[in-house]
């Protein structure tokens, strides 16, 4: 069993910068891949990041590319997600979530296999 609680996010102005940290309880957080994910009202889960367990390799939404940089730190159970240049449509609540196994479809949110509780990102225009 995995927990995930994730963490700042917040109001901000267009343009502005956020950094998201997913924090995960237990001894086994580098077995798991871990993603982003944002969700807008009346919308479905869709794809923002995705990073491998060792953290080598990184995916992207191309709505982020360029803008948005996933990380992790295994020694601290921790994967990021920085923020910049966000724009309205960058509101939404996001969710981090970790997944086992060896599928490299880090987008499809029904291989993963905890999620957190989500935070919640407004971008003001």
């Known amino acids: 069993q995995v927990q995930l609680v994730e963490s700042g996010g917040g109001l901000v102005q267009a343009g502005g910068s956020l950094r998201l940290s997913c924090v995960a309880s237990?001894?086994?957080?580098?077995?798991?891949?871990m993603g982003w994910f944002q969700q807008a009202p009346g919308k479905e889960r869709q794809f923002v990041a995705g990073i491998t367990r060792s953290g080598g390799s990184t995916i992207y939404a191309d709505s982020v590319k360029g803008r948005f940089t996933i990380s992790r730190d295994n020694a601290k159970n921790t994967v990021y997600l920085q923020m910049n240049s966000l724009n309205a449509e960058d509101t939404a609540a996001y969710y981090c979530g970790a997944k086992l196994g060896a599928s490299i479809d880090y987008g499809n949110a029904r291989l993963y296999n905890y999620w957190g509780q989500g935070t919640q990102v407004t971008v003001s225009s």
């Open positions: 237990g001894r086994t957080f580098s077995r798991y891949g």
